[in-house]
Nanobody, 126 residues
Framework: QLQLVESGGGLVQPGGSLRLSCAAS????????IGWFRQAPGKEREGVSC????????NYADSVKGRFTISRDNAKKTVYLQMNSLKPEDTTIYYC???????????????????WGQGTQVTVSS
């Protein structure tokens, strides 16, 4: 059974850092594009970052450019989202999503992805 499991969320002070992980279970990450999304209560889902299957293609929302970095380790079947200089407005649940793709591409649109994890809570507060 194909599953994505997010981890690494928690409580951090403004300006702090967290590293989220998205681990694949039941399949290898090779050949999958991965996206990170977030959705606060009452707000639309926002695409945060994505990475193509090879790792060469990445994309970021304007709101996180220069602060977040996405990377992947296919051998460990894990994609990471390093989040630095966190702000209170980054507080919400973060989800990862996957789409099988033969060529390296990714998108920040949630409808583009086929599989989703359950999410991990990130809270930025003093």
């Amino acid at each position: 059974q194909l599953q994505l499991v997010e981890s690494g969320g928690g409580l951090v002070q403004p300006g702090g850092s967290l590293r989220l992980s998205c681990a694949a279970s039941g399949f290898t990450l090779d050949g999958y594009a991965i996206g990170w999304f977030r959705q606060a209560p009452g707000k639309e889902r926002e695409g945060v970052s994505c990475i193509g299957s090879s790792g060469r293609i990445t994309n970021y929302a304007d709101s996180v450019k220069g602060r977040f970095t996405i990377s992947r380790d296919n051998a460990k079947k894990t994609v990471y989202l390093q989040m630095n200089s966190l702000k209170p407005e980054d507080t919400t649940i973060y989800y990862c999503a996957a789409r099988p793709l033969l060529f390296s591409e990714c998108a920040l649109s949630g409808s583009w992805y086929d599989y989703w994890g359950q999410g991990t809570q990130v809270t930025v507060s003093s």
